[in-house]
């Protein structure tokens, strides 16, 4: 199926050094609905903080919220750019440019692909179109090797994905442990991708995607306590909804965080940890750090 967004999608996008990258992805993030960091250039040193929305941005807020960062940063303020975006199939978009992933026993391929999944994979159909996760990103491969171990450990009946994007993890944990899954994501556009990817993958029985304000969403308190809860989401709002994911977990339960860079570790770490979580183990893929916590 192919899918059109017509007018009213904007980009925001801005290059910046790599050790001022999380600070203006949360920048860009108050901003747009989505959020994208990735290198700018194979040595590193610099990376591309890319956000889309879909509506008209406040240009004049952006360009203060940049200039003001770059000082902060001790940085030159940064290149801008605040543009309409033309008509566009974004799914075709998104299909040329995703060759088939593995991550873990995950098997994560895009309707294109024609082939067989290999021998022993879980294979996971995803179209990702302008809702985030397709399984490239750092973030979302650490989520999917964290979730590979931990259900060869533990059973899980019901599991939150907050954030979901595209729908990835719970899909990925309902095929894996068969527990009851809902996703919420605060981007109607996402949850609308992600139920499409839930059908594609015979699992919409057993898998709710919601549209919703984070822990505050009806059908998050009506099927909590969750015994693993994902949020690959960006540090600072891991930090600022640590004190709202508590009253949904069951003892023993596992949280998937992600969404991080490397250095943001410590910072999130400690904001969980003082909700009664423990730290049971980290994975790294390039930049960004994906944390297993235990209450």
């Not at 929305?53 to 940085?75: H, K, S, Y």
Request: one cysteine or more.
């Amino acid at each position: 199926m192919s899918v059109q967004w017509n007018s009213g999608i904007w980009r925001i996008a801005v290059e910046v050094p790599a050790g001022a990258a999380s600070a203006f992805a949360d920048i860009v993030g108050r901003h747009a609905d989505t959020v994208a960091c990735v290198e700018a250039e194979p040595s590193g040193e610099t990376f591309l903080v890319e956000g889309m929305l879909r509506r008209i941005p406040d240009t004049a807020a952006i360009v203060a919220d940049v200039a003001v960062m770059a000082f902060a940063c001790g940085i030159p303020e940064p290149r801008l750019e605040v543009e309409s975006l033309p008509p566009t199939d974004w799914l075709a978009w998104s299909l040329s440019g995703f060759p088939p992933i593995v991550a873990g026993r995950y098997f994560v391929h895009g309707s294109h692909f024609d082939g067989t999944p290999p021998m022993g994979r879980i294979p996971l159909r995803i179209d990702a179109a302008m809702a985030f996760g397709t399984g490239e990103h750092g973030s979302t491969r650490g989520c999917l090797i964290a979730l590979d171990r931990l259900a060869r450990a533990h059973r899980f009946r019901r599991v939150l994905d907050m954030g979901c994007g595209s729908g990835i993890l719970g899909i990925a944990a309902r095929k894996t442990t068969g527990a009851r899954v809902l996703g919420v994501d605060l981007d109607p556009i996402s949850v609308a991708q992600a139920r499409q990817n839930a059908t594609r993958n015979r699992v919409s029985d057993r898998v709710r995607f919601a549209f919703g304000d984070g822990y505050f969403t009806r059908a998050v308190w009506k099927r909590r306590p969750y015994d693993l809860v994902f949020a690959n989401i960006l540090a600072r709002p891991l930090v600022r909804m640590a004190p709202r994911m508590r009253p949904h977990l069951a003892p023993g339960a596992r949280v998937v965080l992600s969404g991080l860079l490397v250095r943001q570790d410590r910072m999130v770490l400690a904001a969980h940890r003082m909700q009664g979580l423990r730290l049971v183990r980290r994975h790294t893929v390039g930049e960004w750090r994906t944390l297993v916590l235990a209450r």
